[in-house]
Every structure is written in C-alpha cells, then in structure tokens.
C-alpha cells in the first residue's frame, strides 16, 4: 500500500510517496519546496504570504511527487495542525479534494506525530519503548511511546521552543534567518566554554523546558558589549549551543529516570539537523547504553515523508480518519 502525504503546516510545501512496509515505512520520493528565501528577507516567516506561496508551489510539488501519474498511490494523508491556519488550509483543502475525488483512506496526521515517526525513516528501526525528543521552531516536547500511536507527554516547553531560540540568539547576533544552521555553522569556530548561560528549570527531577532565560541572557550579553568580535560571536554561538545540549540531557537523565523501561531515545524535529548536538547526544546515550536514532538530515525539518511515515503506522494499527468530518486545526494538540 502507497500512501500519498502532504505537509504545509509553515513555510514548506511538500509531497511524499510512502509505502507501508510492516514497521519500517519505505519512502518513495519526497519532494520539499521551501519559503526559506523569500522569509530570509524579512527575518521570519510572513503567515499570509506563507499561505499564498504554499498555493502556488503545490500543484508542483504534488505532480513531482507522484512522477506526473495521476493515481499511484492507494490512500491519501494530510498534516491537519498544529501549524499556520493559512499554510495548513492548503494541504487540507488538497488532500480533502482527492479524497473526494478519487475515494481513496484519508488520514488526517498530527505535525508532531509526523516528527515523532520521522524517526522511524532512519536505518535503525526505534525499538518501542521509546523515549522521543522532538525539538522544533514551534515545539520542545519529550513525549514517551509504549504502543504506537500512543503518546504520553512527559514535559514540554513553558515559554519559547529551542529552535525558536536558535532563531532569535541568531537575529541578535545578526546571522540570517532560519538561525539554526546559520548559528551551527558559527559555533564551529567558537568555545563552548567562553560564556556561562543559564539552563531552565534545573532541577534535578524537572522535564519541563524554559528557553527563554538563556535567550535573555544572551541578549543581556550582547546589549551590554557595544561592538562584538567575530571571535565573540563564535564564543557566544558555541556556549549557546552547549547550554541547550545541557538542558537537553538533563531533562532526558530526569525523563529516563520516570521510565527505566525506555529500549530507544529518539531526536526529531528541526534542531535535531544541528550537527554538534546530533553528536553531543550520540555520545550522551552511549554513556547510558541505549540507542540513539535521528532522522536523516533531510527528515530533520519540515517534510512530507514524516507525515506518509505517521500515515503509515495509522494503516497499521488504526483506521483511516472520514475526511469529512477533519477541518485544519492550527493548535491542534497531539
Ligand atoms: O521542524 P522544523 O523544520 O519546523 C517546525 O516544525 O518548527 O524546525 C525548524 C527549526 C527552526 O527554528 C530552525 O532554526 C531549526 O529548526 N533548525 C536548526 C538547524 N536546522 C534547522 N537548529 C539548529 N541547528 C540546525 N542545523
Ligand atoms: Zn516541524
């Protein structure tokens, strides 16, 4: 079974074939056009020209999705919400349509089931129970997975997501926009030791996540040095990034000691692209003996094949959603 998936929750527009393949989804293509150079002039995303931009893309990257044949799938998912109501409407509207049109099983997917499962398009398959990190622009949330499709919340962030942090330290270091990879880049030349920033929440037992004292910190830091250096720069971008990796394995060490039967850690979503922590956490898990699965980097961010992976869970163990009754839901929680 095929499944045809479509993500437009934000500033990218995508389509993906995936096969249903027991527990290990096979994607078949996967095709992401983003926004990211048009937002890149204004520093952050534009939702209504988002949305607009997200019309004129899909009709494209739908037909090179599924190689210009009109039917080479058997059921149709859609990432329903969390997202921008204007982005989302359009995969909505899309898959909505060719659920009508074509009669086929429509899966309505949450954003969020779709990084979690983005895991599962790595070369080692998680093994359940897993312990997920899913780390984004909108979202820091550490959720534990007995059974699939059954997710329980252990914590999530109280104020700003990390890769919202990633993306406001680099504004203030006047890097471009999204901020992650432009700080990644940066924090190769720097000491992570320079500077100390505060984690949030420290205590021992919390999994809960607080972005938003580090990110006063360094804007406290940079206000207060009138002219920084390059070196400076790298310095601050290096020690940022240390301080989320320790926040990261604190919460995790405080998540692992809730559920010892954790088999599998898996570190989804936009941030878990960041190279440094991609190590930092490889390295962390070892400590413990459990392992460590990330997406391949083109599943990290926003995508389609994560939403055709989540899909396909649903063909496996539940049912398909009546499209009729699922609308875009813009705060849709997991
Ligand atoms: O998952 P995603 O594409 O979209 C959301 O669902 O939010 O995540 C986007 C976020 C942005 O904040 C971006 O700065 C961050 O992921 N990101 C990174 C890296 N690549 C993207 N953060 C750190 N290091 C990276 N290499
Ligand atoms: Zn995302």
């Not at 044949?69 to 509207?93: M, R």
């Not at 993306?167 to 030791?193: C, F, N, T």
């Not at 190279?275 to 070892?286: F, I, K, P, Q």
Request: glycine fraction near 6%; hydrophobic fraction near 40%; charged fraction near 20%.
């Amino acid at each position: 079974m095929r499944i045809l998936a479509i993500e437009s929750s934000c500033d990218e527009t995508a389509a993906s074939i995936v096969e249903v393949n027991q527990e290990k989804p096979k994607v078949i293509t996967s095709v992401v056009s983003s926004q990211i150079s048009v937002h890149a002039t204004t520093g952050g995303v534009i939702p209504n020209l988002a949305a607009r931009l997200q019309t004129e893309a899909m009709p494209h990257v739908l037909n090179k999705a599924t190689n210009n044949q009109t039917e080479p799938y058997d059921a149709i998912a859609v990432t329903v919400g969390p997202g921008l109501i204007g982005s989302l409407l359009v995969g909505v509207a899309t898959a909505k349509t060719l659920a009508l049109l074509t009669g086929k099983p429509f899966y309505g997917i949450n954003h969020l089931e779709g990084h979690i499962y983005s895991a599962w398009l790595s070369e080692v398959t998680p093994e359940l129970p897993a312990l997920v990190l899913t780390v984004s622009g909108g979202h820091t949330e550490l959720i534990y997975l007995e059974r699939h499709l059954e997710y329980q919340h252990i914590g999530a962030t109280r104020d700003d997501a990390a890769g919202e942090a990633f993306d406001k330290v680099a504004r203030l270091l006047g890097l471009g926009y999204p901020g992650g990879p432009e700080i990644s880049k940066l924090a190769v030349h720097g000491d992570r030791s320079a500077y100390v920033f505060p984690i949030g929440l420290p205590e021992k037992s919390s999994t809960e996540f607080s972005f938003s004292g580090l990110k006063a910190s360094v804007a406290h830091l940079v206000t207060k040095t009138p002219q920084l250096s390059d070196q400076q720069k790298a310095d601050i971008a290096a020690s940022f990034e240390y301080t989320v990796f320790k926040t990261l394995e604190r919460k995790l060490t405080a998540a692992l000691n809730l559920y010892p039967k954790t088999k599998t850690v898996a570190f989804v979503g936009g941030v878990s692209a960041n190279t440094y922590l991609r190590e930092a956490l490889t390295e962390y898990c070892s400590r413990k003996s459990l392992p460590l699965v990330i997406p391949p980097l083109k599943y990290c961010t926003d995508n389609a094949a994560m939403i055709g992976a989540a899909a396909s869970m649903r063909a496996l163990f539940s049912q398909p959603d009546d499209w009729y009754n699922i609308e875009a839901d813009p705060n849709k929680e997991l």
